[in-house]
């Protein structure tokens, strides 16, 4: 009677982790990319040392960038189903992501998606896009307050009456 009641408890202690397997993985960036390349057959190119990078630029940003994830789909071939893909993302991002972002181009080659997500004090960003052949997906924090005050050091100069000849020089190059 014994070796009996083994049986069902083997089959479960096996069943749990074949339904955790097929539960949807991963979640998050590493989530999104594994299934970009499951659903499409294409490998992503991750940026080595993105580990390090992200760390000096949070330090060269005074905190105001840090986490940045990155990776390239380059020759990227599959047909993309916009609803499907802004589906999947959203999904494997999780809850509390937020979609701003939804554009796609008339033949559908080119889409861009765009998520944020609040984590306190900062803002997260989830950026995904296809462009042509290449595909491009970029996940980053940010202190919106930083970024903010930095951004009045890029405005332009049309604001304080003062001419910009950049714009012009580049129209004139352009056609000759």
């Not at 390349?37 to 040392?49: K, L």
């Not at 494997?92 to 765009?114: A, H, M, Y």
């Not at 950026?127 to 009045?152: A, K, R, T």
Request: hydrophobic share 35%; aromatic share 6%; proline share 3%.
């Amino acid at each position: 009677m014994r070796p009996f009641l083994l049986i069902p408890i083997c089959f479960m202690a096996l069943a749990v982790p074949v339904v955790v397997l097929a539960g949807g993985g991963a979640s998050g960036f590493d989530g999104i990319v594994n299934s970009l390349e499951t659903r499409y057959q294409v490998h992503a190119t991750r940026i080595p040392f993105m580990g390090i990078i992200s760390l000096i630029s949070n330090k060269a940003t005074h905190h105001g960038v840090s986490g940045i994830h990155v990776a390239e789909f380059e020759n990227f071939h599959g047909d993309v189903d916009g609803e499907e893909l802004n589906s999947m993302v959203a999904r494997k991002l999780g809850s509390g992501w937020e979609r701003v972002i939804r554009e796609t181009s008339r033949n559908g080659g080119e889409q861009t998606l765009i998520f944020m997500h609040p984590e306190g004090n900062r803002m997260g960003l989830f950026v995904l896009d296809v462009d042509g052949h290449e595909m491009d997906v970029v996940q980053v924090s940010v202190d919106p307050d930083h970024l903010n005050e930095n951004l009045g050091h890029y405005s332009h100069h049309h604001d304080h009456g003062d001419s910009d000849d950049g714009d012009h020089d580049q129209e004139h190059r352009e056609s000759d």
